[in-house]
């Protein structure tokens, strides 16, 4: 297989600016990150979905730095090559511009990481600006913030009405300008993805935005029927590893009655 170099920021932005896809997707362990590794993905999300895919968690709030830490070096591990974010758990930027930073930087300096994310528009600015100021690179992420599901009512399409459309665009601006390298649009309406991404000078990605952005997130989980709990309505499925692995098992089961 042919040597694959590592993803630095100036490659994505050139991809951005060349209008090649840039592919993205959550990944939580070693085994995981080995195959996206093979694979040659851009960018791999450590996300703290994995309170719920991994950890079996209702929501991602219980998610720890520790959680993160841990499972973002075992990513590292398996995917040397890939511009590897690690997010940000629930309250560990949300108080203070200091924790932001110093969290970040856990990031960076105990599990390689090439970049953070966290959620929120233009009241995290001065959160962003401080981290993209320590050397961090940021990405913002907007529309459905899942550490925010209580205050937005549940898992649904952000910025369906006009005003809220306007809110999102100019939450958009506004981490660009205060740093962030690129910003994640969660189900958000195809039309608000395409009228952010057609002015952003950084690379826009989607998940469940529609087609328009410069790149695509995938959750893993989904991705290959990994998660029993529910089946998002974005979620584009590759493969159904869940059931090739509860086929195994029971085989293994048959086998061993068989012997008894
Ligand atoms: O935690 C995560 O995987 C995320 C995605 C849902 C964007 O933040």
Redesign the pocket.
């Known amino acids: 297989m042919e040597k694959r170099s590592k993803v630095v920021l100036p490659a994505l932005l050139e991809k951005m600016q060349q209008r090649v896809p840039i592919t993205m997707v ?1 990944c939580y362990d070693y085994p995981m990150a080995y195959l996206v590794e093979q694979a040659g993905v851009d960018i791999v ?1 450590v ?4 309170g719920m895919t991994v950890l079996g968690y209702e929501s ?1 709030l219980p998610v720890t730095m520790e959680d993160m830490i841990r499972h973002a070096q075992a990513v590292r591990r398996g995917t040397p090559n890939a511009f590897l974010i690690g ?1 940000m758990p629930y309250m560990t930027y949300q108080v203070c511009v200091q924790d932001a930073v110093r969290n970040a930087g856990r990031f960076m300096a105990e599990a390689g990481c090439d970049g953070v ?1 966290l ?1 929120g528009g233009a009241e995290m600015a001065d959160r962003v600006q401080a981290i993209a100021c320590a050397g961090i690179p940021i990405m913002g ?1 907007l529309g459905l913030t ?1 550490q925010s599901t209580s205050a937005l009512g549940g898992f649904k399409v952000q910025g369906k009405d006009a005003t809220r459309a306007r809110h999102i665009v100019d939450d958009a601006r506004a981490l660009e300008q205060a740093g962030a390298f690129s910003i ?1 649009l ?1 189900m958000v309406p195809d039309r608000v993805a395409g009228l952010i991404t057609g002015r952003a000078g950084v690379p826009i990605i989607s ?1 469940g935005s529609g087609p328009q952005a410069h790149g695509q ?1 995938l ?1 893993f989980h989904d991705m290959f029927g990994l998660y029993p709990r529910f089946k998002p309505k974005m979620a584009k499925v590759f493969g159904n590893a869940g059931e090739v692995i509860l086929n195994g098992l029971r085989q293994y089961i048959r086998s061993r009655s068989a012997v008894a």
């Open positions: 959550t999300l996300g703290d979905s994995l991602t997010d994310k959620e992420h899942p994640l969660e998940l997130l959750i």
